[in-house]
Nanobody, 113 residues
Framework: QVQLVESGGGMVQAGESLRLTCTASGITFSKAAMAWYRQAPGKERERVVLIGPSGTTSYAPFVKGRFTASRDNGKNTMYLQLDNLKPEDSADYFC???????WGQGTQVTVSS
């Protein structure tokens, strides 16, 4: 059974940073294409970054160099470093596994101005 668990969200002020973590179990993580998505209240879920099995990344245009995704296949974990956060980055952030079409439960990020 696939399980994805996010952590690291919180409340910060504009300009500050957070590091999100997604830990996977029940999958061959080293072969899994993964992604980070986010969903703000009243808005559709949108992809933040796609990260391939070897760590190659493809970011959404709105990231503009502020976020960095990485993964450690030995730990079945991927990360999302959020820097220079803005109030419009406030959302629930989710990890997603393409191989199994599985979602985590999300972690909330709130950025105040």
């Amino acid at each position: 059974q696939v399980q994805l668990v996010e952590s690291g969200g919180g409340m910060v002020q504009a300009g500050e940073s957070l590091r999100l973590t997604c830990t996977a179990s029940g999958i061959t993580f080293s072969k899994a294409a993964m992604a980070w998505y986010r969903q703000a209240p009243g808005k559709e879920r949108e992809r933040v970054v796609l990260i391939g099995p070897s760590g190659t990344t493809s970011y959404a245009p709105f990231v503009k160099g502020r976020f960095t995704a990485s993964r450690d296949n030995g730990k079945n974990t991927m990360y999302l470093q959020l820097d220079n956060l803005k109030p419009e980055d406030s959302a629930d952030y989710f990890c997603y596994c393409f191989n199994d079409n599985s979602w985590g439960q999300g972690t909330q990020v709130t950025v105040s101005s």
